[in-house]
């Protein structure tokens, strides 16, 4: 073998094979490099569009959460009322309402919450609701109390009527009269 003299030798001009084995893995290697760029760049978009979806997940299930706690404030308990007598005898829920009562002669007494109706003769009958009673139309009413429900009640008659509502935005109004709470 002989020696070299790295000062005086020459470098000797490539084969073709070697020319293109290095053109080869040059340009390989350039196409694994925008791979790689080209993967990064959906992993980075994959990412931002996962959060942005987290973040508006968030933000909805806060919505929710916020919209749900405001209907349950503001939509309360339901009561059922029904009409009763001086006696305590379930009444039919007519005789309860302001708009009967009124054109059959008869008034309210705010200070004892009935509803006097003329029967016949000039006598009159007391009527009332019962709040969270139950029973039939000529039956004693089981249960509930004569005092009326405050604060976001809604109160329905056996009819179906509401008589008293509460609540955000909502009037106290009854839904067919003319503004006076039922019967008591």
Partial sequence: ?????????????????????RRQALEDQARQEAAAEQARAQAEQKAATRRKVLIGS?????????????YLA????????????SNGTVQPDEYCDDNYAT??????????????IPIGGGQYSQYRYNYGGTGTVGQPVSGGTYTKPSGNTTVK????????????????????????????
């Avoid at 503001?74 to 007598?85: H, I, K, P, Y």
């Avoid at 054109?103 to 006097?116: D, E, P, R, V």
């Avoid at 935005?169 to 008591?184: E, F, N, P, T, V």
Wanted: aromatic residues 10%; glycine residues 20%; contains cysteine.
């Fill in 157 to 184: 008659t056996q009819s179906g009527k509401t008589v008293q509502r509460g609540g955000f935005g909502i009037s106290g109004k009854s839904s067919g009269g003319d503004g006076k709470s039922g019967g008591s």
């Fill in 103 to 116: 054109s059959h002669g008869g008034y309210y007494n705010s200070a004892t919450g009935f509803w006097f």
């Fill in 1 to 21: 073998m002989r020696f070299q003299d790295p000062s005086t030798a020459e470098r000797r001009e490539p084969t073709l094979a070697e020319q293109r084995a």
């Fill in 74 to 85: 503001g939509t309360g308990e339901t009561v059922n009322a029904v009409c009763t007598d």
């Fill in 58 to 70: 968030g933000v909805t299930v806060g919505l929710v959460a916020v919209v749900a706690t405001w």
